[in-house]
């Protein structure tokens, strides 16, 4: 289901707009005038490591080449910092986190300004860090100053009916230091329960993406009464998809620690939780682009002596052609042709979703479903930007219909181009085995991506590919 859609059953999200309560979405001024705050805040940062690179170099110069190095990485060091605005606007808590990330810029540095014949510009570091501090700390006063006037207050809505949430609404709602207002209730409810107009609930989670289109919602708290499922995990992606930032109030939060920045904030004596963004995104998705063009490219030439010999090997196992071309699903729902080296007789009637090595007929397909070598080939569809090196396998067309009723995330797994191995094949998710496990660690990947955890993927990979050489 679309963002702009509304599940089957439910009213359209232009309709629930009209129930919600007066306080409607933002302004087109106050919208122009959030999406500076990022932008501010990482201006600010930027210009607090500039002046305390400034200032310690006046107090006692060094090698222009050293003052570079450590203002590079302390700006590397603080790009993982919450940009954004946060709930509490609370420097405090944040001191710990900044100085572990000027005190990593500044061990990082120190490889580098051995070749530039530098000593370790500690003085610098420690004012770097007093002086980013301090920028943090006079951005969250001029927001705070800013809430306080009732300028930039964010549309906020609530999931979660239960008494708890309804008093952390009110007490976030009623503080103009949250910087919030929300402007309505989501039912955590089953979806087959019906709504009502009482007490500002406008709709259940299926309608919680198209809501937060409809009415600008900037936030979205979701209370601790809210159980888990595929269905509430793919009402909080496409949420996160639309543009609201997602905070999650864990279930025991009697017991749950505070959470420190970037992931957390304590609010009201609650541990909130922020959802990451899923997907890379900018920057991350083109680094994830190039490696997969590079590594796949490189690895086709590479292997190409090897694959002429296995294509003479397919060709004397049985008659056909060398390459089975197969169509499966990509990013996006897209169909493509995906290559494998032919492992079956060309008379083979593909009626399941996957066979075992030991199924195949022919000698020299079980050798190559064994190591792996018959996809190979797929390199190409790499290249080719249908697939990448690491993520979900894609699945044929007849199977991802039924799928997808089966398991309502399973289409979630579509967001990124399909791989040739995955965190699920990692696990040991290959073959007959578990859709919903495979699902739920396939979501998972995206959800938490990352470059390391691609490495990591590709290292077990190699891992498992040995092994099961071996043992057969």
């Not at 500690?122 to 501090?133: D, K």
């Not at 397919?314 to 990013?331: A, C, D, H, M, T």
């Amino acid at each position: 289901m679309s963002t702009s859609e509304a599940a089957p059953g439910t009213a359209p999200a232009s309709s629930l707009a009209h129930r919600r309560p007066p306080l409607g979405p933002t302004t087109l001024r106050e919208r122009w005038g959030n999406s500076h705050l990022s932008a501010a805040l990482i201006a600010a940062d930027l210009l607090s490591v500039a002046s305390g690179s400034a200032l310690a170099y006046l107090l006692r110069p060094a090698a222009p080449a050293t003052v570079l190095i450590i203002a590079g990485l302390a700006v590397i060091a603080l790009s993982g910092l919450p940009q954004r605005t946060t709930l509490s606007l609370s420097t405090l808590e944040q001191i710990p986190w900044l100085f572990r990330r000027v005190a990593t810029a500044y061990l990082l540095g120190i490889p580098l300004l051995l070749l530039t014949d530098a000593g370790p510009p500690l003085g610098q570091a420690a004012i770097v860090a007093v002086f980013v501090i301090g920028g943090r700390a006079l951005s969250h006063i001029l927001l705070l100053r800013r809430r306080l006037q009732g300028r930039g207050l964010e549309p906020a809505l609530l999931v979660g009916d239960g008494e708890e949430s309804r008093r952390l609404m009110h007490q976030m709602g009623t503080d103009l230091h949250f910087g919030v207002r929300f402007v309505g209730v989501i039912s955590a409810e089953p979806e087959t329960a019906e709504t009502t107009a009482e007490d500002h609930q406008i709709g259940r989670l299926a309608d919680l993406p198209a809501l937060v289109e409809a009415l600008g919602v900037r936030r979205v708290i979701v209370g601790p009464e809210v159980a888990g499922g595929p269905e509430r995990a793919v009402a909080l992606r496409r949420t996160l998809a639309a543009g609201a930032r997602v905070h999650v109030v864990p279930r025991l939060p009697e017991v749950m620690p505070a959470f420190e920045p970037p992931s957390g904030e304590l609010v009201l004596g609650h541990p909130l939780v922020e959802l990451p963004r899923p997907l890379p995104v900018g920057v991350q998705q083109a680094m994830k682009r190039l490696i997969d063009v590079v590594v796949a490219s490189a690895l086709l030439v590479l292997t190409a002596p090897l694959m002429v010999v296995v294509a003479v090997g397919v060709k004397r196992s049985s008659p056909g052609p060398v390459l089975f071309r197969q169509l499966r699903i990509g990013r996006g729902g897209e169909p493509f042709v995906m290559f494998k080296f032919r492992t079956f007789p060309v008379d083979h009637q593909d009626v399941v979703q996957s066979l075992r090595p030991d199924d195949c007929p022919l000698r020299f397909g079980r050798f190559l479903r064994r190591t792996s070598l018959d996809e190979l080939p797929q390199l190409l569809n790499v290249v080719l930007g249908d697939m990448s090196l690491i993520g979900p396998r894609p699945e044929r067309p007849k199977f991802v219909e039924s799928l997808t009723v089966d398991h309502p995330d399973y289409d979630d797994r579509h967001r990124v181009r399909g791989g040739m191995t995955g965190l699920a094949q990692t696990m040991g998710y290959v073959g007959d085995t578990s859709i919903e496990d495979r699902t739920r660690l396939d979501n998972r990947y995206i959800d938490g991506w990352s470059l390391w955890q691609d490495a990591l993927i590709a290292a077990r990979t190699l891992a498992a590919i040995v092994r099961k050489s071996y043992h057969h």
